[in-house]
């Protein structure tokens, strides 16, 4: 049985207009991701990585092209109805987690479920599963500033998994993390999107960790394309 086309991206330009001349960042990039399915997008600073995930997320519109989100056509879509899209099928995870001083862990994962409109009960009882799933039940009560930088990032992807999202995009995710810490992160990464279903587009530098992914791809004149196998070894 052939799994469900989560994020389709079909034939995306972006252009942004600097000094009085256009710069077509995106030129007909088109991407499919099913869900189960993990997929890096490795490319230099200023191939148009942070604009792909921007459209992917709905934070920006393409100037021209479709967008779908779990089948349904969503570019062009109001702004209502784009952050109920985000709120409701899209989790974001940052470089920084961005986790709340003045909250500890399960009041992180416990405040965007309120504003989805969930009640106090099933929102906590929720961020405690998802807590114990990343592997830090122990840690609930803790605050950001009490925990480690590994820590901190688990609590972020839980965060991001707290309104069963069906698309999880990761801008480089363990980018401030060391070596061993952000192997085990990517690891819990990877575990989560096969466990959930979820299809995960994630955007890094490490080669090591995104040979890990089901696909890695990347941007070449604005267009979305297989790593190349060869260069990827050179880089090893």
């Not at 393409?62 to 952050?83: F, K, W």
């Not at 599963?129 to 480690?148: C, D, F, N, T």
């Amino acid at each position: 049985m052939s799994k469900k086309t989560v994020l389709s991206l079909k034939n995306i330009t972006r252009q942004f207009e600097q000094g009085g001349r256009k710069l077509d960042i995106l030129a007909g990039a088109d991407l499919e991701i099913r869900e189960g399915e993990s997929v890096a997008l490795v490319a230099p600073s200023g191939a148009g990585k942070s604009t792909l995930l921007q459209i992917a997320g709905l934070l920006d519109q393409p100037s021209s092209g479709e967008v779908y989100m779990d089948g349904a056509l969503v570019q062009g879509a109001d702004d209502e109805t784009r952050t109920r899209l985000r709120r409701e099928k899209i989790g974001f995870i940052y470089q920084f987690h961005y986790l709340l001083s003045d909250f500890n862990a399960r009041e992180n994962l416990v405040l965007p479920q309120l504003i989805a409109g969930k009640s106090k009960k099933q929102a906590q009882q929720n961020a405690d599963e998802l807590l114990k799933m990343v592997k830090l039940s122990e840690r609930a009560g803790h605050y950001p500033s009490e925990m480690s930088g590994g820590e901190q990032q688990r609590v972020a992807i839980a965060r991001a998994l707290v309104n069963n999202p069906v698309l999880l995009l990761a801008d480089e995710p363990t980018g401030n993390l060391d070596p061993r810490t952000a192997g085990d992160i990517f690891t819990l990464l990877k575990q989560m999107v096969a466990e959930l279903g979820l299809a995960a587009l994630i955007v890094t530098h490490n080669m090591e960790l995104a040979r890990q992914t089901d696909r890695i791809l990347t941007l070449k004149d604005g267009k979305i394309v297989p790593y190349d196998k060869a260069a990827l070894e050179d880089a090893a």
